[in-house]
């Protein structure tokens, strides 16, 4: 199924170093601007055959199945009984188990930080990596921002985390809004993360840098982050995401109804669109 990288001999980090230099020698405009970040998502794949592929089979249906049928099993170790749960791209149906889907949201939305209006009937959960190009369009293009605005009483919005073993500064990236969310709040949260999004290079002292330039107190952020107080919990966020709602790629959004617990997700960065129509099929079905 999949292709080895051309020339196996040659380390891969080589291979990314000749094609930037090649990219500056020959000019190619477009390969400097944010293609760029796709070509070496792709070359971490085993180049664009290989990265196609791996999209192929997020989308396949035995994939959606693999992940509908991990579900009822997490509800299990939870506490014993779980429904049956639909592919996680359907409605899920309001479970009448002990402990539901409905009992996972609304903890999950209970201790999540929360952006624009609190107490809305859904909430947009998105499942995200700092450090992850598709991410970074995905915020950049403002898509979820334009999602709240168009249902204000509607839908809220919460960041979870889930950072990607290929990106080296991801789980760092995800600790420093917890410690930037301790030190100030939910604002201080958010702000960070837009800060971290528009980096044109992610590094520790980058990021350490935009929390001062926030106006947070550096020494405590730094001391926090050296920590690791919060690694294992946005390693937890992680697992929420795959286990739940069968998350496995970035970023990965899920619309939950907080009432019912049913909940549609929604891989990779859509345009509004397809959140609207979503939306409106939950909508429909209260």
Not at 9 to 25: D, E, G, R, Y
Not at 203 to 208: E, G, P
Request: proline letters at 5%; charged letters at 20%; glycine letters at 6%.
């Amino acid at each position: 199924m999949f292709k080895k990288n051309p020339g196996t001999s040659i380390p891969t980090n080589i291979i990314i170093i000749v094609l930037l230099v090649l990219n500056l020698a020959v000019g190619l405009a477009g390969f400097l601007k944010e293609d760029w970040a796709m070509k070496l998502e792709e070359l971490r794949a085993g180049w664009a055959d290989n990265f196609a592929a791996i999209m192929d089979f997020y989308a396949s249906d035995t994939y959606k199945k693999q992940q509908a049928d991990s579900i009822p099993a997490l509800l299990e170790q939870m506490a014993g009984t779980a429904p049956t749960a639909p592919a996680p791209t359907d409605i899920a149906p309001a479970p009448t188990a002990n402990w539901s889907i409905k009992d996972a949201v609304e903890s999950i939305v209970a201790e999540a930080y929360i952006d624009w209006k609190k107490g809305t009937r859904y909430t947009l959960l998105e499942y995200s990596d700092l450090e992850c190009p598709f991410c970074k369009r995905h915020f950049q293009a403002g898509t979820i921002k334009a999602l709240v605005a168009q249902y204000p009483d509607k839908i809220n919005y919460a960041f979870r985390h889930f950072p990607l073993a290929i990106h080296a500064n991801a789980q760092m990236s995800s600790e420093a809004l917890e410690c930037a969310a301790e030190i100030e709040d939910t604002q201080a949260y958010y702000d960070l993360a837009g800060s971290i999004f528009n980096l044109a290079s992610i590094n520790k002292d980058a990021v350490i840098a935009e929390a001062g330039k926030l106006g947070m107190n550096t020494t405590k952020f730094t001391e926090c982050l050296d920590s690791g107080k919060y690694t294992s919990k946005v390693q937890a966020q992680m697992n929420e995401g795959q286990s739940l709602f069968g998350i496995r790629g970035t970023p990965g959004n899920v619309i939950v109804d907080t009432e019912t617990g049913r909940f549609v997700a929604i891989p990779w960065a859509f345009p509004l669109e397809k959140f609207v129509q979503e939306l409106e099929t939950l909508i429909a079905s209260e």
